[in-house]
């Protein structure tokens, strides 16, 4: 029988064991040894894992979903789990949740453990995609606006928490589900415990906010943090736990004992990695509104969290396709010695040159694409680099092309190098590089109506009917008029130090910390003011122009800029921004993960007298 919303404490705390698939096998019996959870959640997928569960299950129909999620966390804790009574939610189901289930109840069979599995199913978007290449309006990509393209390899909507609270209301012990928002595993635990309703909206906001600083693992705990020397023991890092409570207020926390840091700067980033508009973070349950979020110390790695607000959500789900166009391949070598950065790049030129050749000598048409990079030479860093003369450098040299020979023969051509060209040529990388398909993928908005979701326990069938949402196109004058921008906080005595005349000149990272993330072709930075007091600074000198001048090697949209005062920061939002985006791009650091610490590197001009109230060195 299920527990009731009264009978229920009044804090709940949740473990977040899992920030994708691959993430270390330490999360989950880390988290049940420390006592401190009730709940465990697990995010595994990420669009490029959805197109590789789908080959997986092409393989073999069984498959299809994150193996590790039943192989190595659940085999190292379930026996615990359910001797402790910690109930379980995790999106592992990729493309096959109910394969998932299946393997998962084998596991208990095998442990002798009874186990209440639920199944979320209704993401799946394929079978749908032949009626909408006709549907008016025409559906289009919601970057880049092109049609619907003709290979599409699999198509998930993300779904949200509603089918998650649905199945702990019918008493799983284990929830599996296929694609869903992130957050929503966290979300779905919350809307249960507490009993929150789907007009909750800002109870929903808070809860998408915990269940988002916890979604990606370790980053919660002092992982990629720009003050990463401040983070003791990084080979014992506690993974993340909110404790939440009904009113929507949390405190983000990790095991006793463990390594890592959890302090406001280490949580402002993370709130907002992969965000846009702080004021309209668009999720299926709700519009979220982040920015008069606070946050404060409350002991040692202890960072309370309130202040997040909601609206109704959208009348659609945003979907994520995969196609496939063409293959790719991507080969390394070394060069050692003096002008190593030269010799890279004229390698790669040179190679280039060649195979282009030799491709029209067999009536192959020219690569679709290429880039060439030179890592440890900077090339990330484009004018800023100043690393040209290191003696050792990494030509990275990356194609694309229709034909999967063409790109055989490119894969032939690198080798050859090592005796023809540059001195101090070595180190090809393990070997021959191989030829993949170059899976892209393609997001667009679908009308909620046209799926519907549902809870399977055993012959148990739950529908899930989400309520209606607000229309898409609402104007935002309406929203700003419903939920206005919070008062930008005082910044009491700082008019004479800001106004001092003499100045000095330091990298953006003595003034801030920073954390850059992914959608699409859109790369968000997350800038926070180290003092409240560099805010209106920062705001006059950090500029969108200027950002975008800075990063225009990089980033070929226009860049937004959006103030969060709840925590004393901006967020930018830069827009095609990653070559194509993590499926697509060719560059080395495809998902942006290294753009913050470019942008750190901006210089700014700041009043010695602000610098040193601030308690900030100038070196």
């Not at 012990?173 to 809307?191: E, F, N, P, Y």
């Not at 004018?383 to 092309?401: I, K, Q």
């Not at 519907?452 to 899930?464: A, N, T, Y």
């Not at 070929?556 to 800029?561: A, H, I, L, S, Y």
Request: one cysteine or more.
């Amino acid at each position: 029988m299920a527990d009731r919303p009264s009978q229920r404490s009044a804090v709940v705390r949740i473990g977040g064991a899992s920030g994708f698939w691959g993430d270390s096998s330490v999360g989950a019996p880390q988290l049940v040894a420390s006592g401190q959870i009730d709940y465990l959640v697990f995010d595994y997928l990420a669009e490029l894992t959805m197109s590789i569960l789908a080959g997986a299950r092409l393989k073999k129909p069984e498959l299809g979903y994150a193996t590790d999620f039943v192989t190595v966390a659940m085999r190292s804790v379930l026996r615990d789990v359910v001797a402790r009574g910690i109930r379980v939610v995790s999106n592992a189901g990729g493309v096959n949740p109910q394969g998932c289930a299946d393997a998962l109840a084998a596991l208990a069979a095998e442990q002798g453990v009874a186990l209440r599995i639920a199944v979320v199913q209704g993401d799946d978007v394929l079978p749908l995609i032949d009626g909408l290449r006709s549907a008016e309006p025409a559906v289009r990509e919601l970057q880049s606006g092109a049609p619907l393209p003709r290979q599409v390899l699999t198509a998930n909507a993300y779904l949200g928490a509603l089918p998650v609270r649905a199945a702990l209301d019918a008493g799983a012990q284990v929830v599996i589900t296929g694609r869903c928002v992130d957050s929503a595993v966290t979300l779905g635990v919350l809307m249960h415990h507490f009993g929150w309703e789907a007009g909750d909206h800002d109870l929903l906001a808070a809860g998408s906010l915990a269940g988002h600083i916890i979604e990606c693992g370790c980053q919660a705990t002092g992982g990629l943090h720009t003050d990463w020397q401040e983070v003791p023991d990084w080979a014992h890092i506690g993974y993340p736990i909110v404790e939440c409570r009904a009113d929507g207020s949390f405190v983000c926390t990790k095991p006793e004992g463990s390594g890592g840091l959890v302090v406001p700067a280490v949580i402002a980033e993370q709130m907002l990695y992969e965000i846009g508009d702080p004021a309209a973070y668009v999720l299926p349950d709700v519009v979220c509104d982040f920015r008069g979020v606070t946050l404060h110390q409350q002991g040692p790695h202890r960072v309370a969290v309130q202040g997040a607000r909601g609206r109704a959500p959208t009348a659609t789900y945003k979907v994520c396709a995969t196609y496939l166009d063409g293959f790719r391949t991507a080969a390394q070598l070394t060069i050692v010695g003096f002008d190593a950065v030269a010799k890279a790049q004229r390698t790669g030129e040179a190679i280039l040159e060649r195979t282009c050749e030799l491709l029209a000598a067999r009536g192959l048409a020219p690569f679709t694409a290429t880039l060439i990079e030179v890592l440890g030479a900077e090339s990330c860093y484009g004018p800023h680099a100043n690393a040209s003369h290191t003696r050792e450098a990494v030509l990275r040299l990356t194609a694309t092309h229709a034909r999967k020979e063409a790109l055989e023969l490119l894969a032939r051509e690198i080798a050859p190098a090592g005796t023809s060209w540059a001195p101090g040529t070595t180190g090809a990388g393990g070997g021959r590089a191989g030829v993949s398909p170059s899976i892209r993928q393609y997001a667009f908005l679908l009308d909620k109506a046209r799926l519907q979701p549902e809870v399977r326990i055993g012959d148990l069938r739950i529908p899930v009917v989400p309520p209606a949402g607000a229309a898409a196109d609402a104007k935002q004058d309406a929203v700003a008029a419903a939920h206005p921008q919070p008062a930008v906080l005082p910044m009491a005595a700082t008019d004479d130090v800001s106004q001092d005349p003499v100045t000095v000149e330091v990298p953006l990272i003595r003034l801030a910390w920073a954390r850059s993330g992914d959608k699409g072709d859109i790369s968000n930075i997350g800038v926070i003011a180290r003092d409240p007091r560099l805010l209106p600074l920062l705001r006059d000198v950090v500029t969108p122009e200027r950002v975008a001048t800075h990063l225009a090697h990089l980033v070929r949209g226009p860049v937004q800029r959006y103030e969060v005062p709840g925590i004393h920061a901006f967020n930018f939002v830069c827009e095609q921004a990653l070559g194509g985006g993590g499926m697509a791009s060719l560059r080395n650091d495809p998902l942006g993960k290294g753009m913050a610490q470019i942008l750190l590197a901006l210089p700014v001009q700041v009043p010695a007298a602000l610098l040193a109230a601030c308690g900030l060195a100038a070196a």
